[in-house]
């Protein structure tokens, strides 16, 4: 069973940052896509950024330049540093992994940036 957890979300002012871990258990991950999304008030879900086993990455243009997305493939961990944080980053932050064409998520982790 997988099984996604998130951490490190907060409150934070704009220019800000903050780093978002995600740990995947139930089996090993290291073939598989992770990678994070968001979804703020009243919008659908977005892309954020996500990495292959290979290590490429896409990212959304708004955040590119200003968050970084890593994978630690023997932990099975996902992180997100997001620095220069702006007040439309604001939003609940979910960690996916793609496994055998179904998608897996995290309950999510709420980023807050107050100007």
């Known amino acids: 069973q997988v099984q996604l957890v998130e951490s490190g979300g907060g409150l934070v002012q704009a220019g800000g940052s903050l780093r978002l871990s995600c740990a995947a258990s139930?089996?090993?991950?290291?073939?598989?896509?992770m990678g994070w999304y968001r979804q703020a008030p009243e919008k659908r879900r977005e892309l954020v950024a996500q990495?292959?086993?290979?290590?490429?990455?896409l990212d959304a243009d708004s955040v590119r330049g200003r968050f970084t997305i890593s994978r630690d493939k023997v932990k099975n961990t996902v992180d997100l540093q997001m620095n220069s944080l702006k007040v439309e980053d604001t939003g609940v932050y979910y960690c996916?992994?793609?496994?055998?064409?179904?998608?897996?998520w995290g309950r999510g982790t709420q980023v807050t940036v107050s100007s």
């Open positions: 139930g089996d090993n991950f290291s073939m598989n896509l």
């Open positions: 996916f992994l793609r496994r055998f064409g179904n998608d897996y």
């Open positions: 990495i292959s086993p290979g290590g490429s990455i």
